[in-house]
């Protein structure tokens, strides 16, 4: 029996740049909620990470799929690299017991890992703690557990962890709020306000929807950040009060103890506060809709100190802040979700970005772990590290250079711009460890046709003078006067061919028995041949063909689609060359199952003369679904003279999503053209196999 399988291993991705680090930690949303510097100077981010926890991306109807959170935990190093050291290399997934609340329910992330979780009741609010394992501390409340009371109707509420162990919940209600600080044991710190909860007043919303964020200071004292609108239209203000630690408001700050902060100003409903030591206080905003973060610091008065950027504000671009704190050496450190990714960058004290921080040398990375990723770059100039794993680099636009590391690893080229070369500019790609034993190079959809002189749709092999570099090359220019060029480390003359250099989409290819075929991240053809047979194609848009026997047929693991992948570009093409690939008779079934098919996907019965969906009758398909089985089922409802009936099951109700998009059919014959006989296959167009 042929058997061709991979073993996939959860993983994450890291990108950094001068002063910024991102880290997709599953391929799915990510949320940053908190963060905080541990003694030894390491950084913690805390918040969610989604997962798939039922059906797949692209299964018919609204509700065929959907995604649950976990907490999330990541450790960096002082520097901005990730811990690898801390769980799995830097990143700790942590089970929540039920589905995150939206946002009445906070969590954030202690100096010791640990991961506190706030959720709003209707008269107060419910903090757990959690070890790594997502059971709950009991040596944190009752057996894990404590509640907070609350005195005042509220609506909005904010969980803040300190350094020292100890954090603060804040409540937010319509005229007024409470802050109340526990022990990292879950008890009223007795010091702070009166037995644990100062109460304080904030300005009137009469719309009664705006946020809240406290800080509080070394003395005692407690700044406070609060939305509303007194209005009731146009945008909120954020306003900040610092008020004494017996509760009076301190008038020494802003304008008699209150400073506003205008939307205009770039700080919205979800601006955060944190303080210095020295009693500076700094804010971060971001408006509504804006792809702008701004950072103001305020001088222990409400002043805004014009050290600090320009006049006293910085901004960067952000998709959602929300994070914010100071190390000891006046450096801030803000944390928010960047393109579905936990997203970190870091301030020097005078505002300017921290260029030590993320990315060491002043490059951009992306960076792999230990399972097999899609590392796909952007239009800058990157260095692309798959490390462990038999990951795909693709590097896209700009002057990358690509290391897939250990594993059998793919570098994918897909539009002339990826890697190229002008008589003016070199734009070229460079591969630093290419491994002629398993790496291969995907060049499929570039329309080249195999190695030869480099014109006329071929690639000419060259080597350097010196023997450091081998390059492939065309010697034709095209439209934009670009010619592809790939340069790749050392001398491998005479070691690449079409096994290294992929052109056109390769072809797996079964026996006549039960064979079980998993395909590569390439674009294959996979022929499953006589047998029932099980085929997985894989990522990459491929072409299968189950071929006679009742075969399982699925285009890809569609739970390790990232969220933020097209699939359009891993659709796949189900292709029926003949009506014995798959039928039933009178009474028995020797049909196939599709399962994982997605709204991208196709199913090609072009060969078999059929010409759109109907009753079954003269050159239709019937589509009927079996609620019993959940199965939908494509069947010619007129037996062949064998009494054969060609019939495909697909797993699910596609009755309602199934259309002609996702068929090829025959096209419909002229009215006095004569009909092709179904059942039997022409001469197939190997450059229709991925159309």
């Known amino acids: 029996m042929t058997t061709f399988d991979s073993t996939k291993v959860d993983s994450h991705t890291v990108r950094t740049g001068p002063g910024t680090v991102q880290v997709d930690l599953t391929g799915q949303l990510d949320d940053a909620q908190s963060i905080i510097i541990q003694p030894d100077g390491k950084i913690l981010i805390g918040g969610y990470t989604e997962y798939l926890a039922w059906g797949y991306p692209g299964a018919p109807g609204e509700e065929s799929y959907g995604y649950e959170q976990s907490h999330s935990v990541i450790r960096l190093n002082a520097d901005g690299s990730l811990d690898t050291r801390f769980h799995d290399g830097g990143v700790d997934i942590v089970p929540a017991a039920t589905a995150p609340a939206s946002r009445f329910e906070l969590t954030a992330v202690q100096p010791d890992g640990k991961v506190l979780v706030a959720v709003a009741l209707n008269t107060g609010v419910q903090v757990e703690r959690l070890n790594s394992d997502g059971t709950r501390d009991t040596g944190f409340g009752q057996n894990g557990v404590m509640t907070i009371a609350i005195s005042h109707d509220f609506k909005d509420i904010d969980l803040t962890a300190n350094m020292d162990g100890t954090f603060q919940v804040s409540a937010r209600g319509f005229d007024q709020a409470s802050v109340t600080k526990m022990g990292s044991d879950g008890t009223l710190v007795d010091g702070f306000g009166n037995h644990g909860v100062l109460n304080v007043d904030i300005p009137e919303d009469p719309l009664f929807n705006g946020g809240i964020s406290t800080a509080v200071q070394a003395d005692g004292s407690v700044v406070v950040g609060a939305a509303y609108n007194a209005a009731g239209v146009g945008d909120p203000t954020f306003a900040l009060q610092r008020f004494e630690p017996d509760g009076q408001l301190d008038t020494r700050f802003g304008d008699n103890g209150v400073l506003q902060l205008s939307a205009a100003m770039g700080f919205g409903e979800d601006s955060v506060v944190t303080v210095q030591a020295d009693g500076k206080v700094i804010v971060m905003g971001h408006g509504a809709g804006d792809s702008v973060a701004t950072v103001a610091r305020l001088n222990a008065d409400g002043s805004f100190d014009t050290s600090f950027g320009t006049g006293g504000t910085v901004s960067f671009d952000a998709d959602t802040p929300v994070a914010l704190t100071v190390q000891a050496d006046g450096r801030i450190v803000a944390a928010g979700t960047s393109n579905g990714n936990f997203s970190i960058i870091r301030l020097n004290a005078d505002g300017s970005l921290d260029t030590g921080f993320g990315s060491q040398d002043g490059k951009l990375h992306v960076e792999g772990f230990a399972g097999e990723e899609i590392l796909r770059g952007t239009n800058a100039a990157e260095i692309i590290h798959g490390l462990a794993g038999d990951d795909v680099l693709q590097g896209d636009g ?19 711009g990826d890697s190229f070369r002008t008589a003016a500019l070199n734009s070229s790609d460079r591969i630093q460890d290419f491994d002629v034993a ?11 046709t195999g190695i030869g002189d480099g014109h006329d749709g071929t690639l000419a092999i060259q080597v350097s003078a010196d023997g450091s570099r081998t390059y492939l090359k065309s010697y034709d220019a095209d439209a934009a006067g670009q010619r592809f060029e790939l340069a790749l480390d050392g001398n491998l003359a005479g070691q690449l061919n079409s096994t290294h250099l992929v052109f056109t989409a390769p072809t797996l290819e079964g026996a006549s028995a039960n064979d079980t075929i998993t395909g590569s991240a390439l674009s294959e053809v996979i022929h499953g041949l006589a047998g029932n ?43 029926y060359l003949s009506t014995e690939d798959s039928y039933r008779t009178e009474n028995q079934s020797f049909a196939d199952l599709i399962e994982g098919f997605t709204v991208d996907d196709k ?59 996702n068929m090829v059919f025959a096209p419909a014959a002229a009215p006095d053209a004569e009909l092709g006989l179904i059942g039997l296959a022409p001469d197939v167009d190997q450059w229709h196999l991925l159309s």
């Open 533 to 575: 047979d099980r085929i997985n194609g894989g990522a990459g848009a491929d072409v299968i063909i189950g071929g006679a026997g009742a075969d399982r047929l699925n285009g890809g693991d569609r739970a390790d689609i990232s969220l933020w992948t097209d699939n359009r570009e891993n659709a796949d093409v189900f292709r």
């Open 398 to 416: 700009g002057r990358d250079v690509l290391q897939g590391g250990a594993g059998a690893d793919v570098f994918r080229f897909t539009e002339p």
């Open 603 to 661: 199913i090609d019965v072009s060969a078999l003369g059929y010409t759109g969906f109907g009753e079954g009758t003269d050159t239709t398909l019937k589509m009927v679904y079996n609620a019993q089985l959940d199965r939908t089922y494509l069947k010619d409802t007129q037996a062949d003279a064998q009494g054969h009936s060609f019939q495909i099951a697909l797993a699910g109700d596609w009755r309602e999503s199934l259309g002609e998009d």
């Open 438 to 448: 398993e790496d291969r190079i995907d060049l499929i959809g570039l329309g080249f």
